[in-house]
């Protein structure tokens, strides 16, 4: 067998591989199929591929992957659109009366950044800061080009990278950036919809969503429509019917409102509450803080098995919540009436907490219409019966696109995604972070989220954990492109939509999670947050389609035979298998071991020299 040259072609990624270089190769025994040999890379196993990264949204989620990318990849760059002029998501454009968490705080929280708040419920204002302190600690800003908006992702097969379009807001330029992962944080309360209602461009007066809530916008004295009995309209309702002349509302569809959560922990009767001085600092204590965010979190999960039809618990839990109304409403059972629903069960729509909102609604300045109005006029509104009310300001509390359409234009290879989709009220999602025919992109805002089942930081962080996984295996194992196979999204919808028919979410109710209709399935994630949390643990690549960078040798990424880790330095930890140590040990006792050491004092001289066995 002969011996030929071999020449390295290939720049090195670490100059210590240069010495595991040979000079020549073994022309060896001839592959039994007459297969050429594939070309060995000569770095070491480890070496990662070079990726940029971009993000849209530096809101929790665009936050939580700024985290764990910098605790767990290397060889990266980031960069960071965002179309508003700081952190925070929602938390920086809501600024509507009474907008805080509906939820304690003590849970609402990055788990890697605990933080002691002023309220059990805190505002916006405190949600807010918390995140701009959060990004100020990291230096995260370095990331982030504010307002900067994705007009537009364009994916290619050949290029293996998107290209997305760009619009700086301050100086209206657009320009292209070229990415290898397109990672899309936009939120699933980022984009307000404004339900269309008859007459509203009619309407004289002032017309507001939450989203849009200004500094200088005003109710005082105002006689007011309050439309949308959602998270934001139950929050704004007890915050202005003291300052507005008069309020208007109404229900379009029925709903359950519910009692304030986690009693045993709020004050009387569920109220939000501050922090003592006391408190704060019994808080100050890492181990009753975790055991007290423990037992919160806990109270809320054990009821969740109330979302199953014919449960126990959902007896329990709507008999209580029927109770409360009944009680807050004894003085206007017309209202209850108007308001009860009688055809599905709780969980059908989310969860609606009342945190005096049923005595706002029953106030005396208060007039809630028994049906929906037929329209708005240029001075106010007509109800049912035709009579007309006159209004200063319509209040649109009326939610964000869910429909998962998408904001932008989004191409593959020229094609529109939405051929994809063989109904735009059910997205062709994977596990609810990926989507059918969409390389390299990841999205954890897609359809059938588990945005019900828990708080949105939980979910976020359980999301981008597995999407940096997944960015860690494409550096390691070579990997160009992942795309979710159809056969895996099929069957995670198929599975999704069967589940849910157990749970009282596909009763016949209007619902965002249902486009805000009661006509889709409703695309949330087919099971409790739990379990949501253990399978998102490790990601299922055996469900994806995958491109490897040399595309005769999937297992180029094996490299020079070496390890980057253990091999490129001399000081790394060879033998890092066997564990390490309790504890240091001086090199004198490690020499005292060997057998030239004094106290040694017999020489065994091969097998001859050792003892017999009996």
Wanted: hydrophobic share 35%; net charge negative; charged share 25%.
């Amino acid at each position: 067998m002969g011996q030929e040259q071999y020449i390295n072609a290939d720049p090195l990624a670490h100059p210590a591989a240069a010495a595991f270089i040979p000079r020549y190769l073994h022309q060896g025994l001839p592959d039994p199929s007459g297969r050429p040999d594939v070309r060995i890379r000569d770095d070491f196993y480890g070496t990662r591929r070079k990726l940029r990264i971009g993000v849209l949204g530096a809101g929790i989620s665009g936050l939580n992957f700024l985290h764990y990318a910098e605790q767990h990849l290397k060889d990266i760059e980031i960069v960071v659109y965002e179309r508003n002029e700081d952190v925070g998501g929602v938390w920086l454009t809501s600024k509507y009366p009474g907008v805080r968490c509906d939820i304690p705080s003590i849970v609402y929280q990055f788990s890697w950044r605990t933080n002691v708040w002023s309220e059990m419920y805190a505002p916006a204002a405190e949600n807010l800061a918390y995140l701009q302190t959060v990004a100020t600690e990291n230096d995260f800003y370095r990331y982030i080009k504010f307002k900067h908006e994705i007009s537009q992702a364009s994916w290619s097969d050949k290029q293996a990278m998107w290209a997305l379009s760009v619009k700086d807001l301050t100086t209206g330029d657009t320009f292209e950036d070229k990415v290898h992962l397109f990672l899309e944080f936009n939120g699933p309360v980022s984009n307000p919809r404004l339900t269309p209602i008859a007459g509203i461009n009619d309407f004289k007066g002032e017309v507001v969503h939450p989203a849009y809530w200004s500094d200088k916008t005003s109710v005082d004295n105002k006689r007011v429509a309050l439309i949308g009995y959602g998270c934001s309209g139950v929050q704004i309702g007890p915050n202005i019917v003291d300052r507005v002349a008069k309020l208007y509302t109404w229900f379009r569809n029925k709903t359950y409102i519910l009692p304030p959560p986690n009693q045993a922990f709020s004050a009387k009767e569920g109220a939000n509450f501050k922090y003592s001085e006391e408190q704060k600092a019994l808080l100050s204590d890492p181990d009753v803080y975790l055991t007290y965010r423990k037992a919160v979190d806990d109270a809320f999960y054990r009821r969740y098995s109330y979302i199953i039809n014919g449960s126990e618990m959902s007896k329990v839990v709507k008999d209580n919540t029927v109770k409360y109304m009944r009680e807050k409403l004894a003085h206007k059972p017309d209202l209850l009436e108007t308001i009860l629903p009688e055809g599905f069960d709780i969980g059908c729509r989310r969860q609606t907490f009342a945190y005096g909102y049923m005595e706002a609604i029953s106030d005396p300045k208060t007039t809630v219409f028994s049906k929906p109005p037929q329209r708005l006029t240029e001075n106010g509104i007509l109800d049912a019966d035709g009579v007309e009310h006159e209004l200063d300001m319509v209040i649109a509390a009326t939610g964000y696109d869910q429909s998962h359409l998408p904001r932008f234009p989004k191409l593959v290879n020229g094609k529109s995604i939405t051929d994809f989709w063989s109904n735009p009220m059910s997205p062709p999602s994977y596990m609810a972070v990926c989507l059918k025919g969409m390389p390299n992109y990841f999205n954890p805002s897609s359809a059938y989220g588990p945005l019900p089942q828990g708080n949105y930081y939980q979910s976020s962080e359980a999301f981008t954990k597995y999407i940096v996984k997944a960015i860690s295996k494409m550096q390691i194992n070579r990997i160009v492109s992942i795309t979710p196979k159809e056969k895996a999204v099929d069957h995670f919808v198929r599975h999704a939509n069967a589940f849910l028919k157990r749970t009282a979410v596909t009763g016949p109710c209007v619902a965002w999670y249902k486009g805000n209709e009661n006509t889709a399935p409703p695309a949330i994630w087919p099971g409790a947050r739990s379990q949501f949390l253990r399978i998102m643990e490790s990601p299922r690549f055996e469900d994806f389609d995958i491109v490897y960078e040399d595309e005769n040798d999937m297992f180029s990424y094996f490299g020079n035979g070496w390890t980057l880790e253990d091999d490129a330095e001399e000081d790394t930890d060879k033998t890092w298998y066997m564990g390490k140590p309790g504890r240091e040990i001086d090199c004198d006792v490690i020499e005292r071991l060997k057998g030239t050491d004094g106290s040694v004092k017999h020489i065994v001289q091969g097998m001859s020299g050792m003892p017999r066995l009996p």
